[in-house]
């Protein structure tokens, strides 16, 4: 092959390779400082009032961590650690928070603004309301108690903010809305919570006993509880009304424990009511000089099994399980009156009778 038909054939790619290296002498060098920061314009209002609520409510939101003791042998045991959030109720140093994040909790650390955790003791505890209260043996200068909203006004849709500590991660801010209202939550002993607010804002284990807030950053509720099968958020939260937390806490802290509220009954188990498909409270036994025996109630009698008298109604409001008739009771309150209407032999008739404090 000539020569010159060789090198011909080698031009255009000198060319190309020319081009392609002019146009990278081109290009502008690495800047060797960090870029500039383009400018914003201020939040928008809602950020600016999310931003607000956090400033206004985390210093109230506490972190709270236990140790319990538990057996490793038989002569040997291990701390063991939990977790969970609550909030300061008064300039007092008292700290609400779940029932069950200190059961059994041998010592309780309370952890505020400062890195330092307080401890504390318990001072009251109800586990019908799944509520407790903390007091910090050192109360820090600046303690901020939480605002108090109401639930009694709430409504489905409203927006609602839930400050914790999932998983460990301190004063973690979520958002969502009032999914429902007037949930029931199971409790102790067929006992139930009336009133329970459900929301999907992110719950997850460790915002327990932390605050439901509304959008002026008022408690609202005592988140408490999620549904889900893998015990992470599922969207389904629950949380304890703040009209019956403010009703429960301040007892808690003067006598140590809720009151109990009932008529003087034992009740025949729940499950074998089911099944004999009676609905309503049959009562097994009556205490002697309560309510119960004064207003005249039969029990079931084993000698002759007779049902005696099944109570189907409190105030007017209908019930047809041992869970809906403690929590009507609890909506009468102790030392208060009302009417029970109670079934026997196909009859109904009315009685009215005191709601005692079965505690006293």
């Known amino acids: 092959m000539p020569f010159w038909l060789h090198r011909n054939d080698l031009l255009p790619k000198a060319l190309l390779l020319a081009a392609a290296v002019g146009a ?24 600016q009032a999310l931003v607000r609520l956090f400033d206004e409510t985390a210093a109230s939101v506490a972190y709270i961590t236990t140790e319990q003791l538990r057996a490793t042998g038989f002569f040997t045991a291990a701390v063991a650690q939990g977790a969970g959030s609550g909030f300061v109720w008064d300039a007092a140093g008292h700290v609400v928070t779940n029932y069950h994040v200190v059961l059994g909790a041998r010592r309780v650390f309370v952890r505020l603004d400062s890195a330092d955790a307080i401890e504390a003791r318990v001072v009251g505890a109800s586990p019908e ?30 927006a609602v903010y839930a400050i914790g500590n999932p998983y460990g991660l301190q004063r973690t801010l979520t958002q969502g809305i009032v999914s429902a209202l007037d949930r029931e939550l199971p409790t102790t002993d ?42 992470s958020s599922a969207g389904v939260g629950f949380a304890i009304p703040v009209d019956l937390v ?12 809720a009151p109990l509220p009932g008529i003087g009954i034992t009740p025949v188990r729940p499950d074998l009511v089911a099944r004999a498909g009676i609905s309503g409270v049959v009562i097994a036994r009556v205490g002697a000089g309560t309510p119960a025996a004064q207003a005249g109630l039969r029990p079931f009698d084993q000698r002759t099994v007779e049902i005696g008298d099944v109570i189907v109604a409190v105030n007017g409001r209908r019930v047809e399980t041992l869970s809906t008739f403690v929590a009507e009771l609890d909506r009468v309150g102790v030392d208060n009156t009302t009417e029970l209407t109670v079934e026997r032999d196909g009859k109904q ?4 009778l005191k709601v005692i404090d079965l505690r006293a």
């Open 24 to 47: 990278a002498a081109a290009l502008p060098i690495a800047a060797s400082e960090p870029r500039a920061v383009t400018p914003r314009g201020p939040l928008l209002a809602y950020e």
């Open 246 to 257: 403010n009703r429960i806490v301040p007892v808690l802290i003067a006598r140590g424990r």
């Open 129 to 158: 309301y799944d509520l407790a209260v903390v007091k910090l043996d050192k109360v820090p200068r600046g303690l901020r108690p939480i605002p108090l909203g109401s639930s009694s006004d709430l409504r489905i849709g409203q």
């Open 190 to 231: 067929f006992r139930e919570v009336a009133g329970v607010i459900q929301t999907d804002a992110a719950i997850n284990p460790g915002n327990s006993g932390g605050p439901l807030l509304d959008s002026a950053g008022r408690l609202i509720g005592v988140n408490t509880a999620i549904r889900s099968a893998s015990g």
């Open 349 to 352: 008739r009315r009685v009215r």
